[in-house]
């Protein structure tokens, strides 16, 4: 099952011949990949033409050679981790995830139609058609294992691993807790979680206790059974191929990801415990993580089952009638998994005593140094107390009077006092687990079960034991009396939350400011979903009483607020299963909560041993087909991959645009790549205008990258990193114009570099080595004398001189032929000059018809003038005006008058869309009076009195739209003649004044006022963005200036010519004409490294200081919640402690007493 994950996707080298799977327009075919069946969606997702079949596949040969060639020249071989790391955060948070479905259906009456439909739940919530890779279920005793593994087992064909157990009275999930219970008192309920992993491997078997050597040894095989079972669906990168073929398994990645999750039966816990201890240290030298909790019913009548449906193939089931066993799941999952284990009670230290004898029953045995069966307690002034005497005054005298029941005589070896239990559950005892590290003066509970007389001390009621539901050990164990009340089982479990806060943080190896504590957010989009388990009795404690109901809702909440509200299954049992890491031992409690959090952090890294391309190929070709061709090219080619390809994909929500952003910082050239990511998503916010905030905000956070990445790099390093290269220069300052990125272009490298290159060498590389010189204080750099600076002013003035033989021509010599064909070859000179400039913004489609018309204008004046006729005033006057824009336009380069010359082009195009809106109304109104007074005359009478509304409108306007109908018309042929009697001709003026009143308000007031209002925001506008718009066009203009020839205008004709054939050429054999040839990158391997190095120091420091501006944010009200839980568990500590040093204090104070008497007695 293991192979498939291995393969690469052969290369398609005839378009024709399309997988199946890519062929066909709707459905899909199943593809086995790691175990589970994975469907492939048709190619048509992204396109249906074999052009774009050709483009994707045209370079899967160069992939075998990812990892020799290309990859160094794409992609930072220090970031190799984080570029694997990207692509699997990407695969997981897609494609794992948890989902639960509780409660019995009021419809249903069997097994079956209860799983079908919680089955149909899971699927209606599932991202995937892939099948679980794990089952988990819940359910009440009632239910019949078998039928319960059958019908699940129908549902998920597919999924070879099913993990039940019973649960008392019911089950709690993130939909809350259910159960029901019909008119002879029968408790149904069944819960379902399932696990999606598909990189992942998990392994359920069952297996009978280890009790006795046998029972151990059989243990220990099932447990080899499973993990190689496990082993063979795990990826290839997880396994050692050291260990391959090996009937015992041995240390290697797989094994250090591996926890157990454990279901057993009431009284094999222990045992259970030590044995998979044992195991894991003798295969792989560490301990495995166990978590799980014990079996149980609704009435504690033993009617408890574990049961699965195992890796192997077989159903095991355990319970009364069944024999003793346990169920184990190995999980060694694709995503980091944190085990979480607490209890809600506060330790009071006053009452502690060591464990002086204990057993399995109530007869004292020396040779029994641990059991369940407390005899005999040793209290802090040395005297040896029966424990169950002890236990019961230490309720009465710290819990409450007449709490625990008294002393009574045991049924059997297994009775116990639910009368006890219930008592005890507010008051249990707690063992020391340790007194350092994270779980320090933390303990685990135990539950007394009951308080009963020795049967040789029934008449005398001298002492008692007790009974517990976990285990002491002679000599060694220290009992603390612990007390809780009814609403701290639910407030405390704030304590759970910060577990699993630290253990995430730890495992990131983050600061505080990605810390998932930040927000509900934050820690959400770290967890999957999680599998718990609530104690039954402490359950059974806050859903009795009147308020039961509402107390088990507020567990929900509580428990969906730990987990951000993530999907959580808490089933409740009779013993929970923890791990305490300050220790590194697993430990079988009562009264505890015990949970398996499923992050969506990848669970592994690069081996550096392997082929990046192969351990990379694994999560690659878990995507679907079109997805992998695409994905590989961009791997292979980087920037210059097609990025239109990638939008599909990315539209179709196959990948996210947080993939893009954190590969980003691993590329070769991270600016050229984030600038065509940033394009990429500008041009979807365009296409698709619904979604156009949220691509906008995409596309704007590449553009910031690109800012803050240069600005976070010093001079040295650009120069060493070569990310200033030409190419990237005209990249930027194009994409600046195009997606208005101009913060890169605006920034002090970026615009330094630029003012070396206009005056001083029109070289990048030298100009950077220009500004090294300038920093060490020598001046003894390389410069040119022809600069693009002296360039540009020379060809400045060069029009100049032509705007003046322009004027004196036609002012002092209009016929002279010559001078007109000077004229017009300076005029052809210019515009070959600007259609041969590079693509970089400066001359935009306007510029370029204006110099066409100029030429035109020119060609059209030498011929009026060549065959003796008169010079076309018009054309003359208005190339003038175009002579002036044009000088204007090399203007705005100049530091004074460019941010002007700026400001005046952009109201001026503003003042084009504010016509083209008022040609619009005053067309309409055109028409619509025309309309009106068709084929009748008006009289002008607004100077004429006629009635006191021609005063109010000669005040209010003027007398300019008092307008009458010439004749009188006593006809009625207008719809407003006949509604209110009026004759046409009074119509006529009632509706002209009408439309008048309209006219004056829409255009002379509406719009003029709409024009001042443009005018004020684009000043407002321009005023702060001036700056940016200024440094974008004078790099612009620089990166044209840099490329005119030595002469200028018109002498510079035949070069310019030659130049605008050249980039002809070069735009048809190229897809990318605005970057100037293929990239040439230096093959010498140190000067590879030292450029490489360079380039991710400047991303190490962009990520600090973006871990800067973090820290400049806002307290948030979850870090104060958090702040505030932290102060509750110091508070419990220093508690702990006073009462510890109050305790020590008064031991001290006995002992100097018993000396005191003991002196004097002498």
């Known amino acids: 099952s293991s192979t498939p994950c291995a393969q690469l996707t052969k290369s398609v080298d005839d378009p024709s011949k399309v997988p199946p799977a890519m062929s066909q327009t709707r459905g899909s075919v199943a593809m086995v990949t790691s175990g589970v069946t994975r469907k492939t969606s048709s190619y048509a997702a992204l396109s249906s033409s074999s052009t774009m079949l050709a ?52 419809e249903a009456t069997k097994v079956e139609e209860a799983v079908r439909s919680l089955a149909l739940e899971i699927r209606s919530g599932s991202r995937t058609s892939n099948p679980p890779s794990w089952i988990f279920v819940a359910c009440s005793e009632t239910l019949e294992p078998q039928e319960v593994l059958d019908e699940v087992a129908k549902q998920y064909p597919s999924t070879r691993c099913i993990h039940c157990i019973t649960s008392c009275q019911g089950v709690t999930t993130d939909t809350g807790f259910k159960t029901r219970v019909d008119s002879t008192g029968v408790y149904r309920a069944i819960s379902l979680l399932t696990v999606n992993d598909p990189l992942g491997a998990y392994a359920t078997i069952g297996m009978p206790s280890p009790d006795t050597p046998s029972g151990w040894t ?112 190995l999980v060694a999952a694709s995503v980091k ?64 009077k007449k709490l625990m029941p008294t002393p009574t005589v045991a049924e059997g070896p297994g009775a116990f006092s639910p009368a006890v239990l219930a008592a005890s559950t507010a008051c249990p005892l707690g063992v020391a687990v340790a007194r350092d590290g994270d779980d320090a003066y933390d303990y685990r509970m135990m539950h007394p079960s009951g308080i009963y007389w020795y049967k040789d001390q029934e008449q005398k009621q001298e002492s008692a034991y007790l009974k517990n539901f976990a285990s002491v050990e002679t000599g060694k164990t220290d009992v603390v009396l612990f007390k809780a009340r009814r609403g701290d089982l639910l407030h405390r479990l704030s304590k759970l939350k910060e577990q699993l806060v630290i253990q995430i943080d730890q495992a990131s190896g983050g600061s505080s400011l990605e810390s998932v504590a930040l927000s509900p957010d934050a820690l959400r989009a770290r967890v999957s979903g999680v599998l718990m388990v609530y104690c039954a009795g402490c359950m059974m404690a806050i859903s009795s009483g009147k308020d039961g109901a509402e107390q088990m809702r507020r567990l929900t909440v509580t428990l969906s607020n730990c987990f951000a509200g993530r999907p959580f299954m808490a089933y409740h049992p009779f013993g929970e299963q923890g791990f305490f890491p300050s220790k590194q031992v697993n430990g079988h409690s009562n009264l505890m909560f015990s949970a398996l959090v499923f992050s969506k952090d990848p669970a592994f890294e690069v081996d550096e041993t392997r082929s990046f391309a192969e351990i990379l190929s694994q999560v690659i070709t878990m995507y679907d087909d079109a997805e992998q061709a695409v994905l590989r090219l961009l791997l292979v080619k980087g920037e ?17 645009p947080e993939l893009l952003k954190s590969i980003t910082p691993c590329a070769g050239r991270p600016i050229p790549f984030a600038l065509s990511s940033a394009q990429m998503f500008h041009l979807m916010a365009r296409k698709f205008p ?53 913060g890169l272009v605006a920034s002090n490298h970026f615009q330094e570099v630029m003012e070396k290159v206009w005056s001083a060498t029109p070289d990048s590389d030298e100009a950077i080595q220009l500004l090294l010189t300038d920093a060490g204080g020598s001046n003894s750099g390389k410069q040119v004398l022809l600069t693009p600076m002296v360039r540009h002013y020379s060809n400045l003035a060069s029009y100049v001189v032509l705007v003046a033989l322009q004027f004196w021509t036609s002012h002092n010599n209009p016929s002279s032929a010559i001078l007109w064909n000077l004229i017009l070859l300076w005029s052809m000179s210019n515009l070959f000059q600007t259609l041969a400039s590079p693509t970089t913004g400066y001359y935009s489609w306007v510029t370029m018809l204006d110099d066409v018309v100029l030429v035109f204008s020119h060609a059209v004046i030498f011929e009026r003038v060549l065959m003796g006729g008169e010079v076309p005033r018009d054309l003359d006057a208005l190339t003038m005006i175009i002579h002036f824009g044009n000088l204007m336009k090399g203007l705005i380069v100049h530091p004074k008058m460019g941010p002007l010359i700026i400001m005046v082009l952009t109201m001026m195009g503003d003042i084009t869309q504010f016509l083209t809106l008022m040609v619009f109304f005053v067309t309409c109104f055109y028409c619509s009076l025309n309309a009106l007074f068709r084929g009748i005359p008006g009289v002008y009478v607004g100077e004429k009195w006629q009635s006191p509304t021609t005063l109010l409108v000669n005040a209010i306007w003027g007398p300019q739209v008092l307008w009458v109908t010439e004749h009188e018309d006593t006809g009625r042929t207008l719809f407003l003649s006949e509604v209110f009697g009026l004759n046409d001709s009074s119509a006529i003026d009632t509706m002209g004044a009408i439309i008048v009143a309209l006219t004056v308000f829409c255009i002379p007031i509406m719009l003029l006022n709409l024009l001042i209002a443009i005018m004020a925001s684009t ?19 620089v990166l044209v200036a840099r490329q005119l020839v030595s002469l200028p205008m018109p002498f510079s004709l035949p070069q310019d010519m030659a130049r605008t054939a050249g980039k002809v050429a070069t735009f048809v054999r190229s897809r990318k004409a605005q970057i100037e040839g293929p990239l040439e990158r230096s093959s010498d391997p140190d000067a590879k490294l030292k450029e490489q190095l360079a380039i991710g120091q400047i991303v190490s420091n962009w990520e600090a200081q973006c871990s800067i501006e973090k820290f400049k944010g806002m307290v948030t009200i979850e870090q104060v919640e958090r702040m505030r839980t932290q102060g509750d568990g110091l508070q419990d500590r220093i508690q702990v402690l006073y009462s510890a040093l109050l305790n020590l204090t008064e031991r001290q104070d006995k002992m100097e007493n018993n000396l005191s008497q003991a002196i004097r007695g002498v």
Not at 376 to 395: F, P
Not at 721 to 730: D, G, P, R, W
Not at 1019 to 1026: I, Q, T
């Open 55 to 106: 483009k994707m596949f045209a370079d899967q040969d160069n992939w075998e050679d990812f990892d020799n060639s290309t990859f160094e020249t794409v992609w930072l071989r220090t970031r190799k981790a984080s570029l694997f790391r990207s692509f699997l955060n990407e695969f997981i948070k897609k494609n794992v995830f948890v989902n639960t479905a509780n409660g019995w259906p009021a």
């Open 218 to 329: 059989q243990f220990e095989q099932a447990m080899d059974v499973a993990y190689l079972r496990l082993r063979e669906s795990a990826l290839e990168i997880m396994r050692d191929s050291v260990n391959d073929g090996k009937a015992v398994p041995g240390p290697e990645p797989l094994a250090e990801h591996l926890c157990i999750w454990l279901t057993g039966l009431p009284g094999n816990e222990e045992k259970s415990l030590e044995c998979l201890y044992e195991w894991g240290h003798q295969r792989f030298n560490r301990t495995i993580p166990v978590i799980g909790g014990t079996g149980a019913d609704a009435t504690i009548g033993g009617k408890w089952r574990a049961y699965c449906r195992a890796v192997d193939g077989n159903d095991y089931i355990f319970g009364q009638e069944h024999g003793q066993g346990v169920v184990v799941t």
């Open 640 to 656: 210059n991959a097609d990025f239109s390809l990638l939008s599909h994909i990315t539209r179709a929500g196959m990948i996210t």
């Open 337 to 400: 998994v944190f085990p979480c284990f607490m209890h809600p009670f506060t330790p009071i230290t006053e009452c502690t005593a060591k464990v002086v004898s204990c057993g399995s029953t109530e007869e004292k045995d020396p040779s029994e140094t641990t059991g369940r069966v407390i005899h005999t307690l040793r209290v802090t002034d040395g005297n040896e107390v029966g424990a169950g005497t002890l236990y019961h005054k230490w309720c009465e005298d710290m819990i409450q």
């Open 690 to 742: 619904l979604k156009a905030r949220e691509y906008n905000a995409v596309s704007k956070w590449f553009k910031d990258f690109c800012e803050d990445f240069i600005n976070a790099a010093p001079l040295q390093l650009l120069a060493q990193s070569n990310c200033l290269e030409y190419s990237t220069l005209q990249l930027a300052v194009l994409m600046a114009v195009k997606i208005d990125s101009k």
């Open 1019 to 1037: 000043y407002a506008e321009l005023s702060a963005d001036v700056d940016a718009e200024y440094k974008r066009s004078f790099a612009s203009c």
